[in-house]
């Protein structure tokens, strides 16, 4: 059978329970979160994508990770939330998709993952306006992010770049200012302004 043909490009962010700067990026996952264990939800809003014929632009998802140490030490639980306004051949396209099934760049990713919690289907209001950034999904998930201004370039973030993350290699440093996570057995609550966070364009392929 031949591979499915597939690409996916829009923005992202996220939101994760370490304090600001997370450890991951520059110790290639081999540090332990600043709390022990990682508690993260990745949203994603799509501009342009299809699965083989099946169109997805316009889309919402967001995936839910769990790893109870470092992330490179694997083990981790992932659900996926997915916009309830997509079709069911959608819905399996994005799971396909975010369980690297299908190739690209989760793909790297599937070896970590000892347990995908399932798929949910639910209304995800995804904004970003600047340098800000939420998402809301009614009573599972209600974070923001802000990102952080650099002085060499007012109106743009200070970036980590070259970094092993299967979204993209240059992410904008942010910092949570809310974040309410409860979904797939992961809860997690925070509005200190200390909790670490990312953005960045995303354009994924097989």
Partial sequence: MAASKWHLSGEYFEA???????PCLPSNMAAKPT???????????????????????GLNFVVVMHAPSAMGEGN??????????????????????????????????????????G???????????????????PGLLDQ???????AANPGEPIVIDNVAHPVN?????????????HAFGVDWDDTTGRANGHYAPFAWQA
């Fill in 119 to 137: 798929i949910e289907a639910k209304p995800i209001r995804f904004e970003k306006s600047g340098m800000s950034c939420s998402v809301v999904v």
């Fill in 35 to 57: 709390t022990g264990e990682c508690k993260v939800a990745l949203a994603f809003h799509v501009a342009q994508g299809h699965f083989d014929d099946e169109a997805l632009e």
């Fill in 16 to 22: 994760c329970n370490c304090d600001f700067l997370c």
């Fill in 144 to 150: 923001s992010i802000e990102g952080l201004p650099s």
């Fill in 169 to 181: 290699s240059r992410l904008a440093l942010a910092k949570a200012t809310r974040a309410h996570l």
């Fill in 76 to 117: 981790m639980t992932v659900g996926l939330i997915v916009d309830e306004r997509a079709s069911a051949a959608q819905q399996q396209a994005l799971g396909i998709i975010v369980t690297g099934q299908a190739g690209g760049p989760m793909a790297g990713l599937a070896p970590l993952i000892g347990k995908f919690a």
